[in-house]
């Protein structure tokens, strides 16, 4: 079956540890992306990647990193230098990043720090 | 700059009654716009899309959103709801570059029997 996969479901760190969530996809898509949701809000960008090797700063970037070294895989790091990092992660992907291509989603990783 | 405003933050409808989920848009530009759902700590689904061709559009499980230019709108409806139906809906428009979505706020659809 094609899709996302992220892991792990749940994730709980202690505060001053850097934490990575992991992110595959098999639908050959070009685009990939990480969001972050917080309750009773909708997504924002954190980081974004067109292309292999490559990845643009979203709109709350400060405090994680990525790399794209696979096409299949774009691996979310979040650092000791986030502040308020308890949310719900979501991974997408698309085939390209036109305004046309729809971002399919992952089925996301909780992260709780403790 | 562009956003999408849900103007109702729960709905609460019975089941087999319709749905209406309302949203309004603002862009600069011919948007494109979506409905995803959203089902408890689960990721996103996609209902339906809008990419400027036809206005009245059809999605899953009979959820379907018109565009009216006229009115910044994209409401999202369904004839007759199920118990399925109750999840959490958000309203969604790509950036010019076709980058980011952009979120609303999210509404919350109850289902009562």
């Known amino acids: 079956d094609g899709g996302i996969t992220q892991s792990p479901k749940y994730l709980f760190r202690k505060e001053g540890q850097n934490v990575t969530l992991s992110c595959e996809q098999n639908?050959?898509?070009?685009?990939m992306y990480w969001y972050r949701q917080d309750p009773g809000q909708g997504l924002r960008l954190i980081y974004y990647?067109?292309?292999?090797?490559?990845?643009q700063k979203g709109d709350i970037a400060e405090g994680y990193s990525v790399s794209r070294e696979k096409k299949e895989s774009f691996p979310l790091t979040v650092t000791s230098a986030q502040k308020n990092p308890t949310a719900f992660y979501l991974c997408?992907?698309?085939?390209?990043?036109?305004?046309?291509?729809?971002?399919?989603f992952g089925p996301g990783t909780r992260l709780t720090v403790l | 700059a562009q956003s999408v405003t849900q103007l109702d933050s729960h709905v609460s409808v019975s089941e087999g009654t319709p749905v209406l989920l309302r949203c309004n848009y603002s862009s600069s530009y011919s948007p494109s716009l979506f409905w995803y759902v959203q089902h408890p700590n689960k990721g996103l689904q996609l209902l339906l899309k809008?990419?400027?061709?036809?206005?009245l559009v059809k999605g899953i499980n009979g959820f379907e959103a018109e565009f009216k230019k006229s009115e910044t709108s994209f409401h999202l409806t369904k004839p007759s709801a199920h118990m399925s139906d109750a999840a959490e809906y958000f309203c969604?428009?790509?950036?010019?570059?076709?980058?980011?979505?952009?979120f609303g706020k999210g509404t919350t659809l109850s289902v009562s029997s």
């Open positions: 639908l050959n898509h070009d685009a």
């Open positions: 969604v428009v790509i950036n010019q570059a076709g980058t980011a979505l952009i």
């Open positions: 997408a992907s698309s085939m390209a990043s036109g305004r046309t291509d729809t971002q399919y």
């Open positions: 809008y990419t400027s061709a036809a206005t």
């Open positions: 990647s067109q292309i292999v090797n490559d990845f």
